[in-house]
């Protein structure tokens, strides 16, 4: 993976990321290129790290040892509290998407204002072109009608969705998705993944965490299995889900690619 654009900085890059817990080692030495509008998904058993690296990316967790990189900023910086390392993680974290298991939608604002917020606080949008953007973005997500809509008022996958175009909205360099789909009903978890499918075409540059296979096996270009803290195996989609060389993927995969077709 990380041998082509060797001129081009990658958009993300992990290196040597270790994270405890108290005594437990939740990442142990985790190395990982995202190269720009590449997709890669990270999949593997509960409890083997995959939330825990997403959001070391964005300093939601803060690493013991390594470094990650976006387009070539280191993230996480030894000085960890005071104005100027604040500045540093805001700016970070307005170049990287992030959407969650759970929506974190604001239940008092409507579909467009929990859109436009952040655009508006963070960059000082006008509020006639964030509105514009908002618009642009619900439509993208197959939500213009619902702009004026409360939260309440809709289904888990269009809070998903709602929660996927507030995320674009600050045009981030990266999108991070963290179990996007997995608290919705079956029959909601293909709206979300056709909008994720979407952003796939237009070249965003992704890092998913996923238990849905399928979808996993056809919108990456790199796919990740991890388990106990470890990369126990990676390579093109082609090859980990249909040829895995590591008896520990190949077992995770009989059990769980039967279910998410």
Known sequence: ????????????????VHKRFGDLEVLKGINLTVNRGKIISVIGPSGSGKSTLLRSVNQLEVIDQGKILLDGVQVNRP?????????????IRQNMGMVFQHF??????????????APRKLKGMDKNVARELGMELLDRVGLAEKA?????????????????????????KVMLFDEATSALDPELVDEVN??????????????????EMGFARDVSDWAMFMDGGVVVEEGTPDK??????????????????????
């Not at 974190?104 to 917020?117: A, K, Q, R, Y």
């Not at 008022?153 to 996927?164: D, E, F, H, T």
């Open 1 to 16: 993976m990380s041998t082509e654009h060797q001129t081009e900085t990658p958009m993300v890059e992990i290196r040597n």
């Open 79 to 91: 000085d960890k509290k005071g104005l100027a390392f604040e500045r540093h993680i805001n700016h």
């Open 104 to 117: 974190n939608l604001f239940p008092h604002l409507s579909t467009i204002d929990n859109v436009t917020l």
């Open 148 to 172: 004026e809509v409360f939260p309440n008022w809709l289904s888990g996958g269009q809070k998903q969705r709602v929660a996927i175009a507030r995320a674009l909205a600050m045009q981030p």
């Open 194 to 211: 056709r909008v994720m499918r979407g952003l796939a075409e237009e070249h965003m540059t992704m890092l998913i965490v996923t238990h």
């Open 240 to 261: 980990l889900f249909s040829d895995p060389d590591q008896e520990r993927t190949r077992n995770f995969l009989s059990k769980h690619l039967g279910d998410h077709h």
